[in-house]
């Protein structure tokens, strides 16, 4: 954790703009020892990282990162079947207090991608992937549920789904443990752990836990990797590397997450798997500035669509499609600073069909959030007020503290344009 810890601290300053001279003096060291911290020639101490924390603005991050022990990252527990019912009982039946901050997140996250890339080079076989057996009725059952779950989430928001995802990952690993299944089954079995696992991580994500989200997504990759399904572990990484990359200065972590996803499953996802991982890259890429890198990411992600679908494609991949790589597309335009560019790319979404109103409004609300930000950005007022006001349409019956920050942020760029009626009615009355 140490030399963790020392790397986010550099990022964050870094990522501040502060000078050296400037954070020495406001944190009450002096300069060459807050090098020499930084340096790993002097310890982290609670002073020096509560004076970051303080100096940087980063919410106790750097303070609670040295004190936490609560995690099992941080108790080594070996990748294997007992190892990974130890991460899930404990995950379960512990605490709900988030004592990581995303920064901290981000740093386990890179821990729990790479002791997954080990784990399964220590199992890795050529086998093709084959359907799997539908095994006992139950399970049938809850994976049923969990499809459920994963369109509440996207037509409701995560408010309700946190709760629903750990019970049902509560019954996945009694029965797990019930000693009554054979060998396949009980792989199954770790195969929708992990997407149970997923379920709560991401819905504690949107609702801006990062803390607990980052230990769900650690037992969701345990899950696949005692399952052999590296499939279901790159799935769980793809939303980790959001949470990565929604994080300041932490967009060339998701980038590194993304890509062990991308090794593991080279030889045996899908076409849309490859275009969803690519698209993924592109937005965090997106982050850094890489434009030319985050082109050629989209561009693999559309070609990979063009192939069509796949009888092995996931069944958790129904959302990906044109409309959603072109909302990706417009997002990370935005994001370099091409707002004309984003507002073809959400255009093209449309035009592609794509169902954000009744199936995925959550989602819908921050990509047109992110459509009247570009149209902001080109001064058409009236297109970002249309815009603004159909994202908060969507986003009525939605409960998503991420979609409710996006939408925020939108509404405190427009506050400078009052002056304009549309715009005025709009932050009045929404």
């Known amino acids: 954790m ?3 810890l020392r790397d986010e601290m550099r990022k964050a300053r870094k990522a501040s703009g502060m000078v050296w001279a400037r954070l020495a003096r406001e944190a009450g060291f002096g300069e060459a020892y807050l090098r020499n911290v930084e340096n790993g020639n002097r310890s982290v101490t609670v002073a020096v990282a509560t004076a970051y924390d303080r100096v940087l603005r980063t919410g106790g991050t750097f303070a609670a990162a040295l004190h936490e022990t609560g995690s099992t990252i941080d108790k080594n527990v ?11 009982a404990e995950l379960l039946n512990g605490s709900s207090v988030d004592r990581r901050g995303f920064l901290s997140a981000g740093a386990a996250l890179s821990v729990s991608a790479s002791s997954w890339s080990k784990a399964l080079e220590r199992i890795r076989t050529a086998r093709t992937p084959v359907p799997l057996p539908d095994g006992p009725a139950l399970l049938t059952h809850v994976n049923a549920r969990l499809d459920h779950l994963r369109h509440l989430d996207d037509e409701l928001g995560s408010g309700e789904v946190c709760q629903l995802a750990r019970d049902e990952l509560s019954l996945i690993v009694r029965l797990i443990t019930s000693g009554r299944y054979d060998e396949a089954t009980v792989g199954r079995l770790h195969s929708t752990a992990s997407e149970a696992a997923r379920q709560v991580a991401w819905s504690a994500f949107d609702q801006g836990r990062p803390g607990i989200a980052q230990r769900f997504f650690d037992g969701s990759l ?3 990797a005692e399952a052999r399904d590296p499939i279901s572990g790159a799935y769980a990484l793809s939303f980790a590397a959001i949470q990565c990359y929604s994080t300041p200065g932490q967009a060339g972590r998701a980038v590194s997450l993304l890509e062990a996803a991308q090794e593991q499953v080279r030889r045996k996802a899908t076409p849309r798997m490859h275009a969803m991982l690519a698209a993924r890259i592109a937005r965090a890429l997106s982050k850094t500035g890489a434009k030319k890198e985050c082109a050629h990411q989209l561009g693999i992600a559309r070609a990979a669509l063009d192939k069509g ?11 990906v499609d044109y409309g959603e790589i072109e909302m990706i597309a417009g997002s990370s335009a935005l994001q370099l600073g091409d707002p004309a560019e984003a507002v073809r790319r959400f255009e093209a979404a449309m035009q592609a069909s794509y169902p954000g109103d ?3 409004p959550r989602s819908n609300a921050i990509y047109l959030a992110r459509a009247a930000e570009a149209h902001l950005a080109m001064h058409d007022l009236d297109a970002a007020v249309a815009n603004a006001r159909h994202a908060s349409r969507c986003l009525g019956s939605v409960d998503s503290a991420r979609s409710a920050s996006e939408l925020k942020g939108l509404r405190e760029q427009l506050a400078t344009h009052t002056s304009h009626t549309a715009v005025r009615e709009f932050l009045e009355v929404g």
Request: hydrophobic share 25%.
């Open 78 to 88: 070996p990748w294997d079947q007992p190892g990974g019912l130890t991460v899930l």
């Open 222 to 224: 345990r899950a696949s």
């Open 309 to 319: 679908r796949h009888d092995y494609d996931p069944q958790t991949l129904y959302w």
């Open 2 to 4: 140490p030399d963790q």
């Open 358 to 360: 009744v199936e995925y």
